[in-house]
């Protein structure tokens, strides 16, 4: 919704890229309005210093890697240096070096040759020196597109680690519950809570009186990485809204989040409390695309982005859990099982989708799109990948 798009941080566009090629070409047409004469014989003498400037720079960093890191890093192989140097940009920078210097080399006085090297000094003094060094947004813009930040990381081994491997289950575990107990959850969804801030407590009684413990549900064992018999559980809690009304729910943080807290907290990682709050919503918006993509993920789960704006209601994560749920309760089927039908002629027509995910062994949702179940009851399981697992412990996203 509105408010999501103002908070998480999206992709970023193509809007610098255009805006630099409409002011070259404005300033070029320019000059050549002005003197199409120095245009003509500047232009070409312009774009052999651009070009020689960077191929001179790549030869700089090259040496670097060939006298310190070569077997470390490239195991002596010339060509995995010359990749990592060099880009192709840089390499097409080259051939038009060539290319200039065959066509108008000999044509160049040798003023102008001077000022070739001038311009290449200067900008390998200024490249050395940082003045030409990428800024932060280009550093950023980097990371997130080659998924280099190190909430990608954490998104993906939360996901391969563990919800990979307990969400797929996380229907027959309530099942289990419910027969035991014969107690039914509002949701069967595990909430995934993210604070901004991510301050991660061990009890959610801490945050929120209104949010108390209810119960454990059965436990989930597999074999994981060379452990035999790994246990994973889901803590229930109980929610009162402002009514008194009470939902029970399956709650926990995402335990990442407490390693990210745990990094700005120490001056050898480099994280402090502005990067740590982007890193998280990057975060949210990793693992929202990770588990939207997921078929045994879908419909099992449901993040809860936890603004610290909000840190002065101290009952603010009760009212988003409340309206996560009180959502859930609205999203229509679009089909429904012959036993549903059945339970809905009983109530009288009326629809609860919830309920049915309790009622039985089988398992949740197959497939949906975001917020709304498309298809009947049936267990999706794969293999698990390896990746380092995690035993425990505004607006809703729910899906």
Not at 143 to 163: M, P, Q
Not at 316 to 342: A, G, I, W
């Amino acid at each position: 919704d509105m408010g999501m798009e103002r908070v998480i941080p999206g992709r970023r566009g193509r809007c610098p890229a255009v805006c630099a090629v409409l002011v070259s070409v404005l300033a070029l047409v320019g000059v050549w309005l002005l003197d199409p004469t120095v245009f003509r014989e500047m232009g070409g003498l312009c774009a052999l210093s651009l070009s020689l400037g960077p191929a001179l720079y790549s030869l700089c960093l090259l040496m670097e890697e060939c006298l310190f890191h070569s077997h470390q890093r490239y195991g002596g192989k010339i060509q995995r240096m010359l990749q990592a140097c060099c880009s192709t940009a840089t390499l097409a920078g080259v051939l038009m070096v060539v290319a200039t210097l065959l066509v108008r080399g000999s044509a160049y006085t040798l003023g102008q040759w001077a000022t070739v090297g001038l311009t290449c000094a200067i900008y390998l003094l200024f490249k050395a020196l940082g003045v030409l060094g990428p800024s932060a947004v280009e550093i950023s813009e980097v990371c997130e597109s080659r998924n280099l930040n190190v909430a990608h990381g954490l998104a993906w081994s939360f996901y391969l680690g563990y919800l990979k491997l307990v969400l797929p289950e996380l229907q027959e575990l309530v099942s289990k519950d419910y027969n035991l107990t014969r107690d039914k959850l509002i949701s069967s969804r595990l909430h995934i809570l993210l604070p901004m801030n991510a301050v991660v407590t061990a009890r959610l009684e801490e945050e929120d009186h209104n949010v108390r413990f209810h119960r454990n549900l059965p436990e989930l064992r597999l074999d994981r990485a060379g452990v035999r018999g790994r246990v994973y559980k889901h803590s229930v809690y109980k929610i009162t809204d402002q009514n008194q009304k009470e939902y029970c729910c399956v709650v926990e943080y995402a335990t990442p989040l407490l390693t990210l807290y745990q990094m700005s907290q120490d001056d050898t990682a480099g994280l402090g409390e502005t990067e740590r709050r982007q890193q998280v919503l990057l975060f949210y918006r990793a693992l929202s695309h990770i588990l939207e993509n997921s078929l045994e993920c879908r419909n099992r789960y449901c993040l809860v982005l936890l603004d610290d704006k909000h840190a002065g209601d101290s009952h603010y994560l009760s009212k988003e859990l409340t309206r996560c749920v009180l959502q859930e309760r609205q999203e229509v089927p679009m089909e429904l099982p012959p036993r549903l039908v059945l339970a809905m002629e009983e109530e009288g027509g009326k629809a609860t989708p919830v309920q049915p995910q309790l009622a039985g062994p089988q398992g949740g949702p197959h497939s949906s799109l975001p917020s709304l179940m498309i298809s009947g009851p049936r267990t999706l399981r794969s293999e698990p990948g390896e990746n380092t697992d995690y035993p425990q412990n505004h607006h809703p996203r729910c899906t």
